[in-house]
T-cell receptor, first 113, second 115 residues
Framework: GNSVTQMEGPVTLSEEAFLTINCTYTATGYPSLFWYVQYPGEGLQLLLKATKADDKGSNKGFEATYRKETTSFHLEKGSVQVSDSAVYFCALSDRGGRRALTFGSGTRLQVQP | GAGVSQSPSNKVTEKGKDVELRCDPISGHTALYWYRQSLGQGLEFLIYFQGNSAPDKSGLPSDRFSAERTGGSVSTLTIQRTQQEDSAVYLC?????????????FGQGTRLTVV
């Protein structure tokens, strides 16, 4: 079946630090990959996505590259801000199998000023 | 509407009672999903509706859970004989088509507490 594994949190960083949140996946087909973010008190929202191998999704300074050879989709940001404090979820949609999103367990990021 | 709307936002119920959770998707979205988010956990898939196709119910945890989508729009998730382990935030999402191609938009969720 499909699964997504992401690093456990919380991740605590100082402002302007470099961020990496690891995400690996298993899928029966050829999935699309996503990062969703949940800010405090808000609903889940799409942060970025990539639909094929070697694609790079980017948004708000965040980036993730679809690596088929390592089945990974790690989230990175060069310089985090306090406003980036949130829970980040890696997810996949397997077009060859279940089409609903399969989510990782989430990683809480806390950025300190 | 402007976004996915869920009601109620909070529900406290006694163990053994039935509850209904409602989701109004974005107008025109053919795909609708229900997920459950337990405290400190990821999102657990429950059920998926796509147009007039038979729903994917493979994520429903027991036969106490059921969902329907009337007229291809509003959906209701029903939990019968609620148990304490049903306490969670229930999230609804909708998208124009399958999520591989278009973004899924999530509602704010219904926080269910079974006492």
């Amino acid at each position: 079946g499909n699964s997504v594994t992401q690093m456990e949190g919380p991740v605590t960083l100082s402002e302007e630090a470099f961020l990496t949140i690891n995400c690996t996946y298993t899928a029966t087909g050829y999935p699309s990959l996503f990062w969703y973010v949940q800010y405090p008190g808000e609903g889940l929202q799409l942060l970025l996505k990539a639909t094929k191998a070697d694609d790079k999704g980017s948004n708000k300074g965040f980036e993730a590259t679809y690596r088929k050879e390592t089945t990974s989709f790690h989230l990175e940001k060069g310089s985090v801000q306090v406003s980036d404090s949130a829970v980040y979820f890696c997810a996949l949609s397997d077009r060859g199998g279940r089409r609903a999103l399969t989510f990782g367990s989430g990683t809480r990021l806390q950025v300190q000023p | 509407g402007a976004g996915v709307s869920q009601s109620p936002s909070n529900k406290v119920t006694e163990k053994g009672k039935d509850v209904e959770l409602r989701c109004d998707p974005i107008s025109g979205h053919t795909a609708l999903y229900w997920y459950r988010q337990s405290l400190g956990q990821g999102l657990e898939f429950l059920i998926y509706f796509q147009g007039n196709s038979a729903p994917d119910k493979s994520g429903l945890p027991s036969d106490r859970f059921s969902a329907e989508r009337t007229g291809g729009s509003v959906s209701t998730l029903t939990i019968q004989r609620t148990q304490q382990e049903d306490s969670a935030v229930y999230l609804c999402a909708s998208s124009l088509a399958q999520t591989g191609r278009t973004e899924a938009f999530f509602g704010q969720g219904t926080r269910l507490t079974v006492v």
